[in-house]
Structure formats: C-alpha cells, structure tokens
C-alpha cells in the first residue's frame, strides 16, 4: 500500500472515529485523533513561527533546522500515517465479541441498517461505534 493512500485511509479513519470520551480507556485512537487533529491545526504555524525566529536572529536557515522544521511538519502525517495502519488491523476476540454486542443492541433499539459485526477490521468497528453513539442511550455506554 502507498503511503499516500494510507494516509488517507488515516484521515477516512479519524472523520469516522467517535470523539467520545468514554472509549478513551479502550481504545488509543482518541488520544491519537485528538492529537493529530491538533497536530494539523497547530504544526505549520509552529514551523513558520520557528523559521521566522531563526531568519530573523540568524539571517539564514541551516541544514539542521531545516530538517526540524521538517520533522515538525510531518508529525501530523505520522499521526494519519499510523491511523490508516490501524484501520486496515484485524480486531482481537474480545474486540469483536463486543462489537457483535454493540451491533444487537443497535438492532434491538430499532437501527436497522446496523453495520456488519462480521466486518472484522477496526474501519468497520468506528462505523458501527459512530452510530452507536447516536442511537444508544448512555446507559448503555456506562454499562460496558
């Protein structure tokens, strides 16, 4: 896969993914899809901010704080990068039992286009997690 694509499939993956803070426990992509979103937001500015600080004191930018300003730019992109990885992952057995759960309960309260539990990657889980969070009530959230 090229690494263009998987950073999409990370950018698809993080506009999929629920911000809710109750999977913050289980789950690290909350913490990484804050983070990236800041890191998207915030990394530019900090790059120019620093360039401008070194052409202003030094008059030049030199090889070494070039590739700084480098790095700090594709910090957002390491974010999306292993955010596409992880959506490609398989999901463990207890993952998935539990989203097999999810998936009936959604059924039960009356969702009929529920996704697929036998989708076993975790693309599929933040689908069917973002629907959850809009038709299930907190307890049930509270529950698990």
């Not at 008059?59 to 700084?68: C, D, M």
């Not at 700090?72 to 999901?91: D, E, F, K, T």
């Not at 959604?106 to 697929?116: D, T, Y």
């Amino acid at each position: 896969m090229s690494l263009l694509r998987r950073i999409r499939m990370g950018y698809d993956y993080m506009q999929k993914w629920p911000l809710n803070k109750m999977l913050a426990n289980r789950f690290p992509e909350y913490r990484v899809v804050k983070s990236t979103r800041f890191a998207i937001a915030w990394m530019p500015v900090l790059a120019m901010v620093a360039a401008a600080v070194q052409i202003k004191l030094g008059g030049e930018i030199s090889p070494q704080f070039a590739v700084q300003y480098l790095f700090i730019l594709s910090i957002p992109l390491q974010g999306l990068y292993w955010l596409g990885w992880r959506a490609v992952q398989p999901l463990p057995l207890p993952v998935l039992n539990w989203c097999k759960e999810v998936r009936q309960r959604l059924i039960e309260a009356g969702c009929e286009e529920a996704p697929n539990a036998s989708l076993s990657q975790y693309q599929h889980m933040a689908c069917l997690l973002n629907r959850a969070f809009k038709r299930l009530d907190n307890a049930f959230w509270c529950d698990n």
